[in-house]
């Protein structure tokens, strides 16, 4: 089960990440150009969106009641919509509007060698520890 | 400036969209990079080896692509300040957020998740308003 989950994981990398550069992605540039809507627009990551949320919804819907090497499916379940959650997505976006980087395209990027996506994903490292301890002061406050 | 490839960006899309599949139906895991990220490091998970698989796909299909074809990695802005700023900010809000592009803007947006659908319409919304802002200010792409 182990062994089948972790070659699945990365098969599923190879094509996430294949993915991601055919579609683009990894061309910040054709990112900052999708997100520039009034500026000369390149409206082909709606394409990408539409293409990878189109096939994930009819997989979603045509899943066995099992995962094929899991006990449990691991989907949130919450439905809630707080503060937490658009405070983080908003800040995100602001990131991302910023670089061009959304974390999966950084990752594969990081092939590539380059100093901005390394100094790029380093920080996101930092960002994450900070939520750790913006959590912690909210816990302890 | 950047041309529209509708093609390979729905092709590309569908791609991810598969690779996000197969990690659902056979791992029943969520194909989220920030998540992954975040399960490896901040803290660890107790499952390590699947999500370092995954990222290691990632970074391999990149450094692959690279070196075949240079041109499908693009570089992001050159100021590296920017850069390390956009990193922090992604860092944080997709931990704040759970979730960044991946999980919420494919994986939950196809499951329509309340949460995702706000957290991408936001996401989106302040990508647009900063990429919009930055051209303005004349910072290049």
């Known amino acids: 089960m182990k ?9 599923a990398g190879l094509a996430f990440g294949v993915g991601l550069i055919l579609s683009g992605m990894t061309r910040p540039s054709k990112v900052l150009a999708f997100l520039d809507v009034f500026g000369d627009w390149d409206p082909s990551l709606l394409f990408v969106m539409g293409g990878a949320v189109g096939v994930y919804a009819i997989g979603y819907r045509l899943r066995r009641e099992k995962p094929i090497a899991a006990d449990t499916y691991a989907v949130p379940s919450a439905s809630k919509v707080d503060a937490r959650l658009l405070l983080g997505a908003a800040v995100f976006g602001v990131g991302w509007g910023l670089s061009g980087y959304c974390p999966g395209p950084a990752v594969v990027s990081l092939g590539s060698g380059s100093l901005g996506v390394i100094v790029f994903l380093a920080c996101v490292l930092a960002g994450m520890a900070l939520t750790r301890l913006f959590d912690a002061r909210l816990n302890s406050g | 400036m950047s041309e529209s490839t509708p093609l390979s960006a729905l092709f590309g899309g569908a791609l991810i969209g598969l690779g996000a599949l197969l990690l659902l139906w056979v791992n029943g895991r969520i194909a989220g990079v920030s998540n992954l ?8 998970a107790a499952d390590r080896a699947w ?13 692959v692509a690279s070196w075949l074809f240079p041109g499908a990695i693009g570089a992001s802005r050159p100021s590296l300040v920017l850069l390390g700023v956009a990193g922090l900010l992604v860092g944080f809000g997709t931990r704040l957020g759970s979730g960044c592009t991946s999980g919420h803007g494919v994986c939950g947006v196809a499951r329509l998740s309340r949460r995702s659908l706000a957290a991408t319409a936001v996401f989106v919304a302040t990508g647009i308003a900063t990429a919009t802002a930055l051209r303005l200010l004349g910072v290049g792409a």
């Open chain 1, 3 to 11: 062994a089948l989950r972790n070659a699945s994981a990365a098969a």
């Open chain 2, 51 to 63: 999500r370092a698989l995954f990222l290691g796909a990632l970074v391999a299909v990149g450094a």
């Open chain 2, 37 to 44: 990220i975040g399960g490896l490091l901040f803290p660890a």
